[in-house]
């Protein structure tokens, strides 16, 4: 992919010299009285990165899969989560952009004209319910690593958005009788 253009490595960073400690806490704030924010340590940087690479692959699979469904409502959940995903992809872009750092979004690539699904709705349904869940964990673990509180907040909306789109998506599989059950603990 890089060869070809179709993606570009994340933002390189200067080695440090020496480890520095947090003595103050003011290190959480995102922000002080001026309103300037601390810059964005390497592990929020990262976590960031995947964020944008995780949801624009989410948005391209949502349009690529509301493209090519039959079924009316699950063709309007699936562009739903292509808008969520486009939320959050532009919330994540816009804080990179304050702290002066170049987005990292790449090419999405080109959906073809195609209209012929190449999984059933129930198999759509049911990755977008599995990824939609990866997006809630992805969401916890960012806020778990990251150290300024405004972006912790950003990633609670985030899980949030992404876990009523999830349940919300469980529902329409259970309703169209799509949702197998998990084995039941017989003991």
Request: proline share 4%.
């Amino acid at each position: 992919l890089l060869k070809n253009g179709f993606s570009k490595l994340p933002t390189t960073i200067k080695l440090p010299n020496s480890i520095d400690f947090i003595t103050d806490t003011s290190y959480m704030k995102g922000t002080n009285l001026l309103g300037q924010k601390r810059q964005l340590n390497t592990v929020e940087y990262g976590l960031l990165y995947h964020s944008v690479e995780t949801n624009l692959f989410g948005m391209q699979l949502m349009k690529a899969f509301a493209q090519c469904s039959k079924d009316k409502e699950a063709k309007q959940y699936f562009t739903k989560g292509q808008q969520i995903s486009e939320e959050i992809l532009q919330g994540t872009e816009k804080i990179l952009l304050e702290n002066n750092i170049p987005s990292p979004t790449m090419p999405g690539g080109v959906l073809t004209s195609s209209v012929d699904a190449p999984f059933s709705e129930r198999i759509m349904l049911y990755c977008t319910y599995l990824l939609g869940g990866f997006s809630i964990g992805g969401q916890g673990f960012s806020s778990a690593f990251t150290l300024r509180n405004d972006i912790i907040a950003k990633s609670a909306i985030f899980a949030k958005d992404a876990f009523e789109y999830t349940l919300e998506g469980a529902k329409l599989m259970m309703e169209k009788g799509w949702m197998e059950e998990p084995p039941k603990m017989d003991i």
